[in-house]
Nanobody, 122 residues
Framework: QVQLVESGGGLVQAGGSLRLSCAAS????????MAWFRQSPGKEREFVAY????????YYADSVKGRFTISRDNAKNTVYLQMNSLKPEDTAVYYC???????????????WGQGTQVTVSS
């Protein structure tokens, strides 16, 4: 069992930056691939970024590539999402997820956090 708690969301102006954190409980954090998803009102949850359990491989949605960076610290049981050059369309609730399988599919992840709101004003 893994419990995930996100933090770091907030209100930021377009062009600004935020860093999200996701702290995981348990001793098996390094056994899980991790990802960030986001969901806006009236839209389906969409994939944002993925990192392999070792941290050696990452993958991004085209919409955030070059602006967002996912990383992890297995010693601290934490995964991060550094978000730069934020746009109003990045406004959403951001969720971290733990699991393994097809990186872009929400169904591949077994555990989810409660989400953190990111709002980007124009």
């Amino acid at each position: 069992q893994v419990q995930l708690v996100e933090s770091g969301g907030g209100l930021v102006q377009a062009g600004g930056s935020l860093r999200l954190s996701c702290a995981a409980s348990g001793r098996t954090f390094s056994s899980y691939d991790m990802a960030w998803f986001r969901q806006s009102p009236g839209k389906e949850r969409e994939f944002v970024a993925y990192i392999l359990r070792s941290g050696r491989s990452t993958y991004y949605a085209d919409s955030v590539k070059g602006r967002f960076t996912i990383s992890r610290d297995n010693a601290k049981n934490t995964v991060y999402l550094q978000m730069n050059s934020l746009k109003p369309e990045d406004t959403a609730v951001y969720y971290c997820a733990a699991g393994g399988g097809i990186p872009t599919m929400a169904g591949a992840y077994d555990y989810w956090g409660q989400g953190t709101q990111v709002t980007v004003s124009s």
